[in-house]
């Protein structure tokens, strides 16, 4: 107070003080708020998981018996296996956000699962899980296995051959190593080191590309007839930071006795040759998927039926189906060959869950080609709209003879037109389309430029070429030319000579056949669609001529009355 009892008034030095007293302590309450919220929420998530006590860090894997700690998983190149546990980590209490309700009786932000929701976690399929949500893996393809096996044959009493799929990823980055084990009862084990023929395929890059094991023993093996099985393992190379180890199957059980057979296939072949086998001529065809036309089926089959001295009984046709006999025009068509032992159906559905290059074409390929070894004389690879034509003087028979000694023959490419045809005229029969296809280009397909001047010698894999092989000197084979022989090599016949007639796309529904008609006046326009053609009916000529030798033996079949055979 002053002298006369009054209350003096502050300075203004005071003042600057206060309110530096004031900024300060209201800076510090801010700050401890900010702290208070933030260890309320740690507080609240440690209540429903403590990250101290968490057995995150005990995860072990049990392998062969032992454990060994591990703070990451690290993958595996094979599948798990009663040899391999993972024991995923537990938690107490697990929590999940979202409660929104700031109230005393729920945390903020975060709701607790008691132990027994916790532990129904680990099952994917739980719909408390999604009510929790927990999130889940959801693959969008499927897993690459190291190899595929699709079929196994004996190649001699002490080599077995298993043809199958490859991983292409698997092969290139862990140099798997493959052992072929024979196993039979009451004898020591029998191990061989396998021998890889990875098959060249022609186009495209898959996931899986097709493989021969060759299993070779330095003995025979199953001989005294007792039956016996096959395993193949597999084995990664540890190239990468991941668990390796081996897989192994059984890829072939022998029954007792079935090797006689075997060996009376072969004595057979040895004492009489290959005119002693079953038949001359095996065809091998490309995958049937899904619609395909049933008259122009029938036509093909009908015209190579006649060209393979089907008429003697000396041909065997495999048809690998992937869908397409789902259609019952396409069955009923095939319905009569297969009962009389003409035709094989080889059901091959599976193999859409195993990517290969055209459904599996190069796969089913090698398998007819082993699958053939001892029934045929000669097996032939080609698709369902080529047409294998040979001019006169020569005949198919006549070739092959002159090239008997040899592996295979190639068939140079020429492509036919199905849009442009001759009228169809209401005097004459209803034919087949291709009885009406008279339109091929100048000369055979050739994408590549060649050393030889002759066109008709096109070669390489896109030349379009398709082959026909001694399936006991061929090992392995691609789309458009044999990949392993015995040595004895082979012929690119001139086109001249023998070609195939390449109508390519016919056989889709979704084209619409003989849309045009063949004009050839219209050649000297050089912008027309039709100026690259020219006139030949041979193969529909030939066509012609099958048809009417069949008729007499198909005509009492009501079904050929909708083809109008």
Known sequence: MGRN????????HQWEFWRLVFVIFSA??????????SVVRFTDFSLCNDPLNSPVAEIRYQIEGTFEPSTRDQGSLFPPSSSLHQQPPTYSKACSHLDTNFSRDSSPYWTCADEEVTRELSQ????????????????LSIALHPFVKFSTYRLSMNTILVVGLSSAVYRAFDKPVHDCTWHQEGKDLVTTDAKMIYVKWDEGRMPYVPAIVNCTFPTAVGADASGGTLQLSISAKPNRLSLTGTVAANVYEERKGEVEVFNRMVRKLEQGGAAALPYKYAYCGPPMFGRIRPDWILGWLTYHYRLYEGMEGKVRFFFYNVGALADEGTLTVLEPFIKAGVVEIVNVLEIKDYTAHYRGQVLFVNDCLHRTR???????????DEFIYVPQPNSLQSLLKQHEDKAWLTFASLPASWKFCTELSRT????WPVERMVCVEEQPECRYKQEKPDPWLCTGPLGRRKYVVNPRKVFAAGIHYVTKDSGSGGVDLN???ARLHHYHGALATFNYLCNGVANFSARADNTSEFSRYIFNDDVAT???????????????LLFLLSFHL
């Open 5 to 12: 009892g009054r209350m003096s008034m502050p300075s203004a």
């Open 28 to 37: 510090s309450f801010i700050v401890q708020i900010l702290v208070l919220l």
């Open 124 to 139: 994917p399929d739980d719909k408390s899980t999604s009510a929790l949500g927990e999130h889940s893996l959801q693959p």
């Open 374 to 384: 001892f029934i045929a004389q000669w097996t032939l690879f080609h698709d369902f």
């Open 428 to 431: 004459v029969e209803t034919r």
């Open 495 to 497: 086109g001249t000579l």
């Open 542 to 556: 030939e066509t012609s001529k099958a048809r009417d030798v069949l008729r007499r033996l198909l005509v009492d």
